[in-house]
């Protein structure tokens, strides 16, 4: 089979020429499948047409709500913000007073009052 772009010779089975890459063979017709692609009719959306004329411009975009609870900078009014947390000095106070409570707790629950006599008054242990 000869190429019809660079007239070289190549084998009979071949789809492209070897030298210059040309197809030999035509591609394969598509068979008729019927469908009929629709057009819109002429003068859509235009002056004498019952559709509105196209409206290629951008709708104005609403003011951005504030989400409830959303933290926003007093300074900037900026939504990026970093949450604060409980200072590390705030939680060593905590842990070490939580500490000394039930130390003194325990040390108030081991101090008992002497018996008394309710007829006498006398205090003993």
Not at 33 to 52: E, H, L, R
Request: glycine letters at 8%.
């Amino acid at each position: 089979m000869q190429c019809l772009k660079c007239g070289s010779e190549n084998r009979d089975e071949s789809n492209f020429c070897r030298y210059c890459s040309a197809p030999l063979k035509p591609p394969p017709a598509e068979p008729n499948s019927g469908y009929i692609p629709s057009v819109p009719p002429t003068g859509a959306g235009f002056a004498g047409s019952n559709f509105p004329p196209p409206n290629y411009q951008q709708a104005p975009q609403p003011p951005m709500r504030q989400v409830v609870g959303q933290l926003c900078c007093p300074r900037c009014g900026s939504v990026n913000i970093i949450k604060g947390g409980i200072p590390l000095w705030a939680t060593l106070v905590a842990i070490i007073g939580l500490f000394v409570v039930c130390v003194l707790s325990l040390f108030f629950l081991l101090v008992k009052e002497p018996h008394r006599c309710l007829n006498c008054g006398l205090e003993f242990k």
